[in-house]
């Protein structure tokens, strides 16, 4: 079993969305999603993860949102090479950017 990853880096102005698309660089499963939120955050960021145009993180209608931790989710998603994977972040803080990173874990299928 090969597993590779897939980083996410983004800063988010105040009072905005921002996505950011990757493709996956082989075919396989995804696994799970590390999620970072450093101190400051507050719970003021929701964090959303996508494959092709379904949502796979979280379930239901909000986003993570967590202040001052990192946590892994588990995922069981199949996922084709080049199959783009977005992550999409809301910053509902009124005054402050901030920066949430994510790891998506790919466990490539054997050929």
């Known amino acids: 079993m090969r597993v590779r990853t897939i980083n996410f880096r983004m800063t988010v102005n105040a009072l905005s969305d921002s996505s950011s698309i990757e493709y996956s660089p082989v075919t396989g499963v995804i696994r799970s999603a590390v999620l970072h939120f450093p101190p400051g955050v507050n719970a003021l960021c929701e ?41 999409r972040v809301i910053n509902h803080d009124d005054t402050w950017e901030h920066t949430i990173a994510v790891i998506v874990i790919i466990e490539e299928q054997n050929g």
């Open 47 to 87: 964090v959303f993860i996508y494959h092709k145009t379904k949502q796979i993180l979280p379930e239901g209608r909000t986003g993570i949102t967590l202040d001052d931790a990192t946590q892994t989710f588990d995922i069981n998603e199949p996922v084709v090479e080049n199959d783009p994977i977005k992550v």
